[in-house]
C-alpha cells in the first residue's frame, strides 16, 4: 500500500509541476507562415542588415524613431515585400519569392512600430516628406553638397573626408535617390551621421535642398562604377 | 495450506515450469562473471522491455496515417495527461538500447566471448544489431516530422541505387513511388509487428543459449580456447570456482538495469521528447532535417563522401560491414581471449569509437552545410562596422545580400562551409580578394556572373578591412615597386578614416 502511494505520489509530481522537457504549448516547429512573432520574424529576415536591435547594421537604422515618423505603413509594407529598386534592399514577399506572407509583413510594420517609433518625436517640427514631391535640381544640388556634406564626406572621391566619401562611384551605385534622402533626413544617430536639422551648419535642410542634392549625388554616378583600377587612356 | 499454494501448486502440476526455470536461474556460472563488465546484455534486455511497454501504451492513441500523425504526436505531447513523458521515455528509450546494444557487443568482442562454442550466439546478436537499429530508423518516421520525411527520402534514395531492382525496392520500401500515406502505413508494421517480432523471438534464441552455453569466463591472457577441451575446462570452471547465477551475479544486473531505466527516465523528464519537428510538408523548404542520434554518424559519413563515392560506398560497405562481423567467429573462433593480447581488437575498438565520437559530434554542427538563414538572420558584430565608409558599409550589405555569410562566418556566426573571415585581409590582398570573388577557386564557386563591378568592388573593401588592429592587411608588395617605377598608380582613392593600411 505504501509503495502504491509512493508511486502515486510521484506520478502527480511529475504531472503537476513543469518538468524542463514537458514540451511548450503550440508545435516545436511552426509552419514557417504561421510565425507572428515580431522578435523571430525579425530576427530571422531582417536582423542579418539591420541590426541585431535595428541599430548598428550595415543597412539603415529601423530604429530610428525619426524614420519611423517619416514614413508610413504602406510604403514600409512596400519595402518589406517587393524590395528597394537600385539598392540591396531585397524583396521578402512571397509574391517575389520571398518567405514572407502579408500578415507577416503586417506583423514587421507593427512590430517596428510598437517597439521602435516615439510618438512625439516630430512634435513642433515639421519634417519633410519621406518622399519628394518634385523632381531635384543637380546644379542647386551640388551647392548643398559643398555646404552641408563636403566637411565630413570630402570634396572628390579622390579626398575623402573623415566619415569616407559618399562621391564613390561604386557606393552611388549601390544606393539609389530614396536611400539618400531618407538618411538624410532621419540620420544615423547609431552611427553618427546627423539628421536634417543638423547637417547644415546653423539651420535645417529643406525638402527642395534635399531633393536637389539627391539628384545631384545620385547624378555623380559614372557611367562604369566599380572599376578597381583606373582605365587606362587607351580604353576609355 | 493457504490459498496461493494451492493454486501455485495447481498450475505448477499443470505448466511445469519449476524445473527449467530454477535451473536456468540457479545454474552455476564462473565466480569471475560476476562483474560489472558483464551487466550490458540484460540491461538491453530490460530496455527492450521497456521498449515494448511505452510502444504499447504509445500504439493506443498513435494512429499511423500520414493525415494524423504529426497532430496525434501534438495531441499526445499537449493533451495527454503524462503522453509527452510517455513519447520521451520511449524516445530515449531507443537511444539508450542502441548504445547499450553496442557497448554490449564492443564488450562481447573485446572479452572474446564470441568464440568457441558461442559463435551463433555472436551471430544472432549481429542480428539482433541490425534490427534494433531497423527499429530506430523504423521509430523515427513513425513521428512523421521533417526529420523522418527527410529521412525517409533519404533512405528510399539509397534503396534506388541499387542496380537493377533499386526502383523495385523503393516502391517496396515506401509503398508507391513516392512517400505517402502507405508508406506509413508500412513503415507502422515494420516497427509494430515485423522488426519487433523477429527481435522478440531472437532475443529468446539469445538468452537461451547464453543459458544454456554457459556465461563467458573472465579472460586470463594465455588461457587459450581449444574445441577440443573448452566445453570440459568451462565446466570444471563453473562448478569448482562458481556460485549460483541468481543472486551471484544477477544483483549487478539488476541493479545496473534500474540505474539504465533511471537515466532514461531522468533524460526524458529533462531534455523531452523528440518534435516532433514541422509538419511532413515538401513544400517547406527552409528547414534542416537531422537524424535521431544513432544515424548521425551516417550523415556524416554521406556528407563528407565525394559524389562520386557514395553509390559505391553506400551498396558495398555495409555488406562487407555485416559479412565481417558475421564471419568473425569462423575466422577467430579459437585461441586467445584477452584483450591483453588481442592489440588489433582493442585498438579496431578504440578506432572506431573515436571515428564514431568525431562523426556524430560533426553531425551536431553540420559544418558542410550552409546555413540558409545566415545571411538575413546572423548581424554582422557592430565592432566590424566601426568607423567604416559609407562604401565599406554598402560591402558588407552586399556581403549579407549576395548570402556569402551562409558559407563564411564572421565573428562565429555563418556557415562553416568555407573558411571564417573574421581575418581574411590579412590572407588575401585586395587583388587576391578580387580573383577569389570573381573566379571563385578551391570549393567556392564563381560569382564573377552574380556580382556588378560596384557590388564586388563594395563587397571586396569590406574583405580588406577585415583584420585585427595589431596586423595590418596583407598587401602587394609590387604595386608599391610599380608606383615607384613610374608604373600606373595602384588605386585613385584615398583610404578613408579607419581604412589605413599598415604599410
Not at chain 2, 581488437?345 to 553531425?363: D, I, K, P, R, Y
Request: hydrophobic residues 45%; neutral net charge.
Amino acid at each position: 500500500m505504501r509503495r502504491f502511494g509512493l508511486v502515486l505520489l510521484a506520478t502527480t509530481a511529475l504531472s503537476g509541476c513543469h518538468m524542463p522537457g514537458q514540451p511548450q504549448p503550440g508545435p516545436e516547429v511552426p509552419r514557417p507562415e504561421a510565425v507572428m512573432s515580431f522578435a523571430q520574424l525579425y530576427g530571422e529576415n531582417c536582423s542579418g542588415c539591420h541590426g541585431a536591435d535595428g541599430r548598428n547594421g550595415s543597412a539603415m537604422e529601423l530604429a530610428n524613431p525619426l524614420y519611423l515618423a517619416i514614413i508610413d505603413d504602406a510604403d514600409l509594407r512596400n519595402i518589406i515585400t517587393n524590395g528597394e529598386k537600385g539598392t540591396l534592399m531585397p524583396g521578402f514577399g512571397n509574391a517575389v519569392g520571398g518567405n514572407l506572407t502579408d500578415e507577416q509583413v503586417n506583423a514587421l510594420v507593427s512590430g517596428m512600430r510598437a517597439k521602435w517609433a516615439k510618438p512625439n518625436v516630430l512634435s513642433g517640427v515639421t519634417a519633410p516628406a519621406w518622399k519628394a514631391s518634385q523632381p531635384g535640381d543637380a546644379t542647386r544640388g551640388a551647392a548643398v553638397y559643398a555646404q552641408a556634406c563636403a566637411r565630413c564626406h570630402g570634396n572628390t572621391p579622390q579626398k575623402p573626408g573623415p566619415a569616407g566619401s559618399i562621391l564613390d562611384g561604386s557606393f552611388l551605385a549601390l544606393v539609389n535617390d530614396q536611400t539618400i534622402r531618407t538618411i538624410v533626413i532621419a540620420g544615423r544617430d547609431d552611427i553618427g551621421q546627423p539628421d536634417w536639422r543638423n547637417v547644415m551648419p546653423g539651420r535645417a535642410l529643406t525638402d527642395a535642398e534635399i531633393t536637389d542634392l539627391s539628384a545631384w549625388l545620385i547624378a555623380q554616378t559614372p557611367p562604369h562604377p566599380g572599376h578597381p583600377y583606373p582605365l587606362a587612356p587607351h580604353t576609355r | 495450506m493457504s490459498w496461493y499454494r494451492r493454486t501455485y501448486d495447481w498450475l505448477e502440476r499443470r505448466l511445469q515450469l519449476e524445473g527449467p526455470i530454477k535451473d536456468a536461474v540457479l545454474h552455476p556460472v564462473p565466480k569471475s562473471t560476476a562483474s560489472w563488465w558483464y551487466v550490458f546484455g540484460s540491461a538491453s534486455a530490460v530496455l527492450l522491455v521497456l521498449q515494448v511497454v511505452t510502444g504499447i501504451l504509445l500504439a493506443l492513441v498513435y494512429s499511423p496515417s500520414a493525415s494524423h500523425a504529426w497532430n496525434i504526436l501534438q495531441v499526445l505531447n499537449h493533451q495527454v495527461p503524462l503522453g509527452w513523458f510517455l513519447r520521451a521515455m520511449h524516445g530515449w528509450g531507443s537511444n539508450f538500447m542502441v548504445a547499450v546494444v553496442v557497448i554490449h557487443m564492443a564488450q562481447v568482442f573485446l572479452f572474446g566471448a564470441y568464440k568457441f562454442p558461442r559463435e551463433l550466439t555472436w551471430i544472432i546478436g549481429v542480428f539482433l544489431l541490425l534490427l534494433t537499429l531497423g527499429m530506430a530508423f523504423t521509430g523515427q518516421v513513425l513521428r512523421f516530422d521533417q526529420d523522418a520525411y527527410w529521412g525517409l527520402a533519404i533512405g528510399a534514395s539509397i534503396l534506388g541505387r541499387v542496380p537493377w531492382i533499386g526502383g523495385q525496392l523503393v516502391q517496396l520500401m515506401l509503398g508507391g513511388p513516392i512517400i505517402n500515406g502507405a508508406t506509413l502505413t508500412r513503415f507502422f508494421a515494420l516497427h509494430v509487428f515485423i522488426l519487433p517480432g523477429t527481435l522478440l523471438v531472437l532475443t529468446g534464441l539469445h538468452v537461451w543459449m547464453v543459458v544454456k552455453l554457459g556465461i563467458n569466463e573472465w579472460p586470463m591472457p594465455g588461457r587459450l580456447v581449444r574445441r577440443e577441451t573448452y566445453i570440459q575446462e568451462y565446466n570444471e570452471l563453473a562448478h569448482k570456482d562458481g556460485l549460483p547465477f541468481f543472486p551471484g551475479a544477477a544483483w549487478k544486473d539488476a541493479y545496473f538495469a534500474a540505474a539504465i531505466l533511471l537515466a532514461v527516465a531522468i533524460c526524458a523528464a529533462i531534455f523531452g521528447p523528440y518534435g516532433p519537428t514541422g509538419t511532413p510538408d515538401p513544400t517547406i523548404i527552409n528547414t534542416v532535417p537531422r537524424p535521431d542520434p544513432p544515424f548521425l554518424w551516417i550523415y556524416t559519413v554521406l556528407s563528407y563522401l565525394p559524389p562520386e563515392m557514395e553509390t559505391p560506398f553506400l551498396l558495398i560497405v555495409p555488406p562487407i560491414v555485416i559479412a565481417v562481423l558475421l564471419g568473425l567467429p569462423f575466422v577467430a573462433g579459437v585461441g586467445e581471449k584477452s584483450w591483453w593480447r588481442r592489440p588489433v581488437a582493442v585498438f579496431t575498438v578504440m578506432f572506431l569509437a573515436v571515428c564514431w565520437a568525431s562523426f556524430t559530434h560533426l553531425a551536431t554542427s553540420t559544418p558542410w552545410s550552409p546555413k540558409m538563414n545566415a545571411w538575413s538572420g546572423s548581424p554582422i558584430p557592430t565592432a566590424f562596422l566601426e568607423h567604416r565608409t559609407p562604401l565599406e558599409r554598402q560591402g558588407a550589405n552586399v556581403f549579407q545580400e549576395k548570402q556569402c555569410r551562409n558559407c563564411h562566418s564572421i565573428g562565429g556566426s555563418g556557415g562553416e562551409r568555407g573558411p571564417a573571415l573574421d581575418d581574411v585581409a590579412t590572407r588575401l590582398t585586395e587583388d587576391q580578394l578580387i580573383r577569389q570573388v570573381l573566379l571563385g577557386g578551391g570549393n567556392m564557386p564563381a560569382y564573377g556572373s552574380t556580382l556588378s563591378p560596384p557590388e564586388t568592388t563594395a563587397l571586396v573593401r569590406f574583405l580588406n578591412t577585415l583584420h585585427p588592429n595589431y596586423q595590418p592587411a596583407a598587401s602587394d608588395a609590387s604595386r608599391a615597386v610599380a608606383e615607384q617605377g613610374g608604373g600606373p598608380p595602384a588605386s585613385t582613392v584615398e583610404p578613408g578614416n579607419g581604412q589605413h593600411k599598415t604599410q
